[in-house]
C-alpha cells in the first residue's frame, strides 16, 4: 500500500511543469546590493550552497496573500541566507509578474504541477530544495522582520531537536483575524510541553532537517488532501518525537477571507480533512484534545476574549467554526467519507 502510494506520488510530480528562476540578489527596487539575508555570518551546519533556508511554499490561486508572504520574506533582517520555492499546485493562472518580480530580491523557484493537493505541493518543494533545513509556511502567512534570524539561531543551539514549530499568530485587524489570534494562542499555550516541545504542528509555520527527510518518499502523506500536518504529528508521536517551540519566530496568519468565505472554506477543508483523520486513527495515536480540555479551552478563550485587542465576537466566530467542523467531520464519518 505504502509502495503504492510513493509510486503515484512519483507519477504526479513527474507530470509538473518547472520553471526554476535563480536571481541576482539585488534589493526591490532592481538596484544591485548585498541582500539583508546575507548580513548574519554562515552558521556551521549551512552548506555549500551558503543556504541555511529553503522556505517552501505551496500555492493555489492565492497569488495575493502570496505576494504580502514573499514581501516578509525580502522584509528579514539580518538572517541568514535561504532560496524561496514556490510550488504551484495547478491554479488556474500561473504566477503573475508581481509574483516573479521578487527574483530581485533572494534565489526564487516556481514550480508548477497539475492539481494534486497540498501534500503532493510540499514534497515536490522538498525534492528540489538544497537547505540543511527546510522551512514550510502558507501563502497567507507573513514572518516576522526576525523570524528567520531566530530560527537559526534556535536550530543551532538545539542539535538534539530536528522539528520545530514557529510561533502563529492571528492577524488582529479584523474579526475574523482576532478569532485566529484567539485559536492559535490557546492552542500553542495549552499544547507546550515543559521541556519546550509542542504537541501541536502547524505548517503556516514548521522548519525540519533536511537529515530527517526522505525526499523520495516525501514528508508529508499525498493521501492527506488537508490537515498533512496533523498526520505529520501522528507519525512523530508514534517515533516518541514532537516539535520543539521557537517562540522568537513569530509567523502571522493572515486570513484574507470575509467571515462568510471563512466558513465556507470551513466546511470544504472538513471534508476533506476527514481523510487526514482516518489515516491518523489507523495509526493508533491520540492527538485531538479530550472533551474535558476542549470545554477547558473554550473558558480559556472566553476569558482571554475579555481583551480590547480580541472581543469577544472573536469567541463566538471561533465557537462557531469549531462547531461547524465537529458537524461535518462526524457527517462524513457516518456517510463513509470516500475522500
Same mark, same amino acid.
Given at each position: ?53 529553503? &522556505?517552501?511554499?505551496? %500555492?493555489?490561486? =492565492? ?5 504580502? #508572504? !514573499?514581501?516578509? $520574506?525580502?522584509?528579514?533582517? /539580518? ?14 493562472e500561473g504566477a503573475p509578474e508581481f509574483i516573479r518580480h521578487w ?29 540543511? &533545513?527546510?522551512?514550510? %509556511?502558507?501563502? =497567507? ?5 526576525? #523570524? !528567520?534570524?531566530? $530560527?537559526?539561531?534556535?536550530? /543551532? ?92 519566530a513569530v509567523v502571522q496568519h493572515a486570513i484574507p477571507l470575509s ?81
Open positions: 500500500m505504502a509502495a503504492s502510494l510513493a509510486s503515484g506520488s512519483q507519477r504526479m510530480l513527474r507530470a509538473c511543469d518547472q520553471v526554476v528562476i535563480r536571481g541576482c540578489l539585488c534589493n526591490p527596487t532592481g538596484r544591485k546590493a548585498a541582500p539583508r539575508q546575507h548580513n548574519a555570518p554562515m552558521g556551521k551546519h549551512e552548506t555549500a550552497t551558503g543556504l541555511a533556508f529553503s &522556505v517552501i511554499i505551496a %500555492v493555489f490561486n =492565492d497569488w495575493v496573500p502570496l505576494d504580502r #508572504c !514573499l514581501r516578509s $520574506l525580502a522584509e528579514q533582517e /539580518n538572517a541568514p541566507s535561504f532560496e524561496v520555492i514556490i510550488v504551484d499546485d495547478g491554479s488556474r527574483i530581485n530580491c533572494y534565489a526564487l523557484t516556481i514550480v508548477r504541477q497539475l492539481h494534486a493537493g497540498v501534500s503532493v505541493a510540499r514534497n515536490r518543494g522538498v525534492q528540489i530544495s538544497r537547505a540543511p &533545513v527546510l522551512v514550510f %509556511v502558507d501563502a =497567507d502567512c507573513r514572518l516576522e522582520i526576525n #523570524c !528567520l534570524l531566530a $530560527l537559526r539561531s534556535t536550530v /543551532n543551539a538545539s542539535p538534539q531537536h530536528s522539528y520545530f514549530q514557529l510561533h502563529l499568530t492571528g492577524d488582529s485587524s479584523g474579526r475574523v483575524g482576532r478569532a485566529e489570534e484567539l485559536r492559535l494562542r490557546t492552542l500553542q499555550d495549552h499544547m507546550l510541553q515543559t521541556d519546550g516541545r509542542i504537541r501541536y504542528l502547524n505548517t503556516a509555520g514548521f522548519a525540519v532537517r533536511r537529515a530527517r527527510v526522505n525526499a523520495e518518499e516525501g514528508l508529508f502523506n499525498p493521501v492527506a488532501l488537508r490537515a498533512e500536518d496533523s498526520v505529520l504529528l501522528a507519525d512523530l508521536m508514534q517515533s516518541g518525537e514532537l516539535p520543539f517551540f521557537v517562540p522568537d467571515l462568510m468565505e471563512c466558513l465556507r472554506k470551513d466546511i470544504r477543508s472538513a471534508y476533506l480533512e476527514a481523510r487526514a483523520c482516518n489515516l491518523i486513527a489507523s495509526k493508533g495515536v491520540r492527538i485531538r484534545v479530550s472533551y474535558r480540555q476542549r470545554v477547558h479551552m473554550l473558558r480559556t478563550m472566553w476569558k482571554i476574549s475579555k481583551q480590547r485587542s480580541i472581543g469577544r465576537s472573536a469567541w463566538f466566530v471561533l465557537a462557531a467554526r469549531r462547531m461547524l467542523r465537529l458537524i461535518i467531520l462526524s457527517l462524513a464519518d457516518v456517510a463513509g467519507n470516500p475522500a
